[in-house]
């Protein structure tokens, strides 16, 4: 079975400065897609950068990007210019392309100071 | 386009009631799931279906039913509700393989 590891319960940045949230995770399958979620206090999951594990380039949305390490197993989200908007719960999601199950991991509580 | 609906946002039951949880989308999606949502374990992921009359265990189906007989619906039932499965709930749906997920806004359930 997939498993997703998030090993920062918590980060903190200050607002328009740069954070990178960690996630690693372990399959044995080579078909696969990787996602960042965000959940505000408003409870909504929210999907902000999807990642094709077959495609090296690394995905960007705006102020989001990820550093994709296939072979490391890692996939890290950097958020630039952070935003007070920005605070929310941050989880790390991993989707097989075998049986389409979207594993999450523990989430990391991002918190920006003004 | 209401995208995933769920009813209710929130439900309080007595140990031992049954009761189910709706999920409804509009945007032809053939995958759901249904997540749980605890303090410190993110979500886990309780069953899921690929389409209509499809549906398959996932990592915490016990005491949990689920049913797909449209594209639409894909509800959740306690069976016996224990204060264990006090928790939050999320259904998700998704297009096509390699989709991201999209959310319900949740229910929030208290079993005492």
């Known amino acids: 079975a997939q498993t997703v590891t998030q090993s920062q319960p918590e980060m903190s940045v200050q607002e328009a400065e740069t954070v990178t949230l960690s996630c690693t995770y372990d399959?044995?399958?080579?078909?696969?897609?990787l996602f960042w979620y965000k959940q505000p206090p408003s409870r909504q999951m929210i999907l902000v950068i999807r990642?094709?594990?077959?495609?090296?380039q690394n995905a960007t949305e705006n102020r989001f990007s990820v550093n994709f390490q296939k072979a490391a197993k890692s996939f890290s989200l950097k958020i630039s210019d952070s935003q007070l908007g920005d605070a929310a719960m941050y989880f790390c999601a991993y989707r097989s392309a075998r049986d389409e199950k979207l594993t999450f991991g523990t989430g990391t509580r991002l918190t920006i100071i003004p | 386009n209401a995208g995933v609906t769920q009813t209710p946002k929130f439900q309080v039951l007595k140990t031992g009631q049954s009761m189910t949880l709706q999920c409804a989308q509009d945007?032809?999606?053939?995958?759901m799931s249904w997540y749980r949502q605890d303090p410190g374990m993110g979500l886990r992921l309780i069953h899921y279906?690929?389409?209509?009359?499809?549906?398959d265990q996932g990592e915490v189906p016990n005491g949990y039913n689920v049913s797909r007989s449209t594209t639409e619906d894909f509800p959740l039932r306690l069976l016996s509700a224990a204060p264990s499965q006090t928790s939050v709930y999320f259904c998700?749906?998704?297009?096509?393989?390699?989709?991201?997920?999209?959310f319900g806004s949740g229910t929030r359930l208290t079993v005492v």
């Open positions: 945007m032809n999606h053939e995958y």
């Open positions: 279906s690929v389409g209509a009359g499809i549906t």
């Open positions: 998700a749906s998704s297009y096509e393989t390699g989709d991201g997920y999209t």
């Open positions: 990642q094709e594990a077959y495609k090296q």
């Open positions: 399959t044995s399958e080579s078909d696969y897609y």
